[in-house]
């Protein structure tokens, strides 16, 4: 059986809490907050793992030592807690190995991939990925509660989990063939999660391991691998954790900052000369004598949303055959309401990917009476072939409607809506500005806080030299053997 790269090892205790495991989620929440960041830094400090094998060869070592970290310490939490429930003593809070610790992760060697493996290495993992998922619970139960569904997640993990606790909980006993079953599961789960992070450029073996311990790997004695040792020099890590945790918490406003500024930018760009946005063209038709939009709001870029409010210039425009005259107008919703009684209309509720959908209002057929000797427009338009109507948005309760000028039935039309927007290149030149700067300080920051963690519980950096032989990474002629 071949030997993977990353190992774990894993004891059980010989007398498990019976209640315990319903409470571990509330012990457990300091790492999850804790993990939270750091994984968030393992994520940036994986891109930048990928960039420098990618244009120099080399993984860089620290990077390396904190990715690895960051796996052993959620593999501890992961088997205290909802993945194995296989120890009832608390993880420790470091990236450390701790030998005596009932949870294990160690890597043989410090990863060494080809400069390719970057580009295709998530490819190669998404059949792992559907697997994995499957068995962690990606797929969901839609369970009903009465007053709506709510979704339960459903895989071998959750299932097994459940039945353990259970067990626990009333026999005092934790089944064994459970127990290697899911120690199985989040071996492959984290097979997977070194290969995306390049810590081994070996490709994951589509069988599961079941049990504590590696069928043919135990876990290094006094000789701990380069990678794995523990610093020689000591020092704070004040520095690096303060670095990280600012770094991870720029990541999102800079983020934000930079798809917001590039959405207005882009949003400018769509400005017609008058300062309008004009929505993609919308069919609609209807065989009553009047189509409403009642309660809408005119938004660039987007035709329909309910609430008109804060809006500037609106201009919708209606075109039909040339032979057709048709009317627009906007006025207050209770005029048109008063207006349109007993007349079957259609009222326009919805827009999805280009298809109207209506409300008819119960009401005869027929004609409606003469739009333009209305007075309570408050906005109108009339044309043949085409009408457009343009009128400033102000606060209230308001409908658009489009009939034919004559109140015949029968309308059938291709509608424009355009909002007014202003001029938006200074504040979105900004926030795109602002946003980068952002984000590429924070992006320095998560590197230098986990480079310096990486230092701190990497060890020494293993001696330059030629690779002893060809890496395995991705299908290639020796991955049917990884598969066997």
């Known amino acids: 059986m071949n030997r993977y790269p990353l190992r774990i090892e894993a004891r059980r205790d010989e ?3 019976r209640w315990l495991w319903l409470v571990k989620w509330l012990l457990l929440i300091p790492h999850y907050i804790v993990l939270l960041f750091l994984y968030a830094g393992l ?25 690895l970290g960051v796996l052993r310490w959620s593999w501890r939490v992961n088997y205290y807690g909802y993945q194995v429930l296989g120890t009832d003593r608390y993880p420790p809070f470091t990236l450390a ?14 990863p060494r991939p080809p400069r390719w493996l970057p580009l295709v290495a998530w490819l190669f993992a998404v059949p792992h990925i559907l697997i994995v998922g499957a068995l962690t619970g990606a797929a969901t139960w839609d369970l009903d509660t009465g007053s709506g569904t709510t979704g339960v997640p459903l895989g071998v993990v959750t299932v097994g989990l459940l039945i353990a606790g259970i067990s626990l909980l009333f026999t005092a006993r934790y089944p064994s063939g459970l127990f290697d079953l899911l120690m199985g599961v989040a071996l492959w789960n984290l097979r997977v999660t070194s290969y995306l992070t390049l810590l081994t450029p070996r490709y994951p073996p589509f069988r599961l391991d079941q049990g504590a311990d590696e069928p043919d790997a135990p876990l290094p004695g006094p000789a701990t691998p380069a990678l794995s040792r523990p610093h020689p020099s000591g020092g704070s890590v004040a520095g690096p954790v303060t670095a990280l945790i600012a770094g991870v918490l720029l990541l999102a406003p800079g983020a934000g900052l930079t798809i917001g500024g590039g959405a207005l930018l882009a949003l400018d760009g769509a400005r017609d000369s008058a300062g309008y946005v004009t929505s993609p063209v919308l069919g609609v038709q209807s065989s009553t004598a009047a189509i409403t939009a009642e309660g809408i709001t005119l938004q660039a870029g987007d035709l329909w949303t309910r609430g008109l409010s804060d809006i500037g210039g609106v201009r919708i425009t209606a075109t039909g055959s040339s032979a057709t005259t048709l009317f627009l107008g906007i006025a207050h919703e209770s005029d048109v309401d008063q207006w349109l009684a007993g007349t079957a209309h259609d009222e326009l509720t919805e827009v999805s ?4 959908r209506y409300d008819r209002s119960i009401g005869a057929r027929q004609a409606v009476a003469d739009p333009q000797s209305q007075d309570f427009w408050l906005a109108s338009g009339t044309g043949a072939g085409s009408a457009t109507v343009t009128w400033q948005a102000t606060n209230g309760d308001f409908a658009v409607v489009l009939v034919n000028a004559d109140g015949s039935p029968g309308i059938v039309a291709d509608v424009r809506a355009a909002t007014e927007v202003p001029d938006l290149t200074g504040l979105g030149a900004g926030l ?29 950096p293993p001696v330059s030299g030629p690779s002893p032989g060809p890496p395995i990474a991705g299908p290639s002629p020796t991955y049917e053997t990884a598969v066997q």
Not at 43 to 67: K, Q
């Open 97 to 110: 190995d701790v030998p005596d610790y009932p949870a294990r992760l160690e890597l043989d060697e410090p």
């Open 432 to 460: 795109l500005t602002t946003g980068i700067i952002l984000f590429l300080l924070a992006v320095v920051l998560v590197v230098i806080g986990g480079i310096g963690l990486g230092r701190r519980h990497g060890g020494t």
């Open 353 to 356: 990917s280009g298809t109207a």
């Open 15 to 17: 007398t498990p809490s």
């Open 43 to 67: 994520v940036v400090l994986t891109l930048v793992a990928y960039l420098a094998v990618l244009f120099t060869g080399r993984y860089p070592h620290s990077i390396a030592a904190y990715n």
